[in-house]
């Protein structure tokens, strides 16, 4: 089944869409404009049902069926915010606010969701309840969390939920996806390094230099992931911030050790924010210093469940065939708020390939334009198949 036809048609609309968005790009809760076109648009559509401010400027489009019969509720995920990165990919529709860009593509998946619910409101064909998910502060706001602690599955008795996001460097129209970890786990890591500041050049032996004790943490975490994780699992731990003095010759109090880790495991997780407390605290202990460590959890594993994997594989394979889908893809380290609502229903997230063009998260980023139709598509085979009528 390739792309529906009624989409096909709307392939200007869904551009034009995505290209205001883009134009008018909005921070992570902050997405008052693309949430109230989302919200207008979804009424124009004849939704039985708009609900704005979950989540606090999330957008929910309830729509029904021709039947009930089923009693059965997906919900469709599609991520409106921007990224704060200033914008050079000379489109002639770039972002109209100095530093800030959608630089991985929420604009296209808000744009793909609203196609797919202007088809499913129009045509109904599906037995069941539709609803069409929007959110905000997905790019580090943790907007998937507010949402559902905002009652998002419980209100409309969301059954399974599904998401998808583009993918650069997949071929084209291309679907990847897999049972189990698919993005991993996004920690933030600070660790604090206190020392007693002294003279470095006449007096480092009276010191306890912060600054040799931080350079050893850095050191000696790989050996968390070399030496305590087991090699047949993944774990990062990257530490981007070394925060020290600001005199040439004067031995700092204090040092500030700042990174990110990623898992692909839960228990992998909890070993490794362990390990790290650990690691700092006694390397510091043992060159005469102290370290605290401040590990906050952001987005769990965005782990698919089993049955909706292979079920949103087989849509999948519906709009794009066979050979376009890869339901054993390699899982990446890259984290994804769509793992809050993993935790809180059965789902399963998919990539849509881009083609060639550079990676999300650079000034350079070019959203393909190409790929709406099948991202659409597939929202409107995933609620026809799952909640068919007859």
């Known amino acids: ?126 037995d069941g309840t539709a609803v069409v998910i929007f959110q905000p502060a997905e790019e580090g706001g943790a907007g998937g969390k507010a949402m559902v602690d905002d009652g998002l599955m419980t209100r409309w008795g969301i059954q399974e939920v599904y998401g998808l996001h583009n993918m650069p460097g997949l071929p084209e129209g291309h679907f990847a996806l897999r049972p189990g970890a698919l993005l991993a786990s996004s920690d933030d890591l600070e660790i604090t390094v206190h020392g007693k500041g002294g003279h470095a050049g006449a007096g480092p032996h009276k010191a306890v230099d912060s600054v040799l004790i931080g ?78 460590t401040k590990y906050t959890r952001l987005y769990p594993v965005t782990m698919n469940h089993a049955r909706e994997a292979q079920i949103a594989a087989e849509v999948a394979r519906d709009v794009v065939g066979a050979d376009r889908v890869d339901d054993k893809t390699m899982p990446l380290m890259g984290g994804e708020d769509f793992a809050f609502m993993l935790e809180a229903r059965p789902g399963a997230f998919v990539f849509l390939g881009m083609g060639d063009g550079k990676d999300c998260h650079h000034p350079a980023y070019r959203f393909n334009d190409n790929i709406l139709g099948h991202g659409a598509s597939y929202w409107v085979r995933l609620v026809e198949k799952t909640m068919p009528v007859g």
Request: proline share 4%.
């Open 1 to 126: 089944m390739p792309i529906l036809n009624s989409i096909a048609a709307l392939a200007d609309d869904m551009a034009a869409w995505r290209h205001d968005f883009h134009e008018h790009p909005e921070l992570q809760y902050e997405v008052h404009r693309t949430a109230g076109i989302v919200a207008e648009r979804l009424r124009e559509f004849g939704c039985d049902e708009v609900v704005t401010g979950i989540g606090r400027t999330g957008v929910v489009g309830i729509i029904r069926g021709r039947k009930a019969t089923s009693g059965r509720t997906i919900g469709l995920r599609a991520d409106m915010d921007a990224l704060p990165i200033e914008e050079t990919s000379g489109v002639p529709y770039a972002s109209k606010t100095p530093g800030l860009m959608h630089a991985c593509g929420h604009d296209g998946h808000t744009a793909m969701l609203l196609g797919a619910a202007k088809h499913l409101a129009e045509t109904r064909n599906f």
């Open 215 to 292: 350079s050893h943490i850095i050191t000696a975490l790989q050996s968390i992931v070399s030496r305590n994780v087991d090699p047949i699992k993944s774990a990062v731990i990257s530490i981007c911030v070394f925060e020290a003095g600001k005199a040439l010759n004067v031995i700092p109090e204090t040092v500030e050790l700042k990174g990110t880790v990623r898992t692909l495991d839960p228990e992998v997780r909890d070993l490794v924010e362990r390990r790290i407390a650990e690691v700092a605290d006694s390397v510091a202990r043992a060159y005469g210093g102290s370290a605290t």
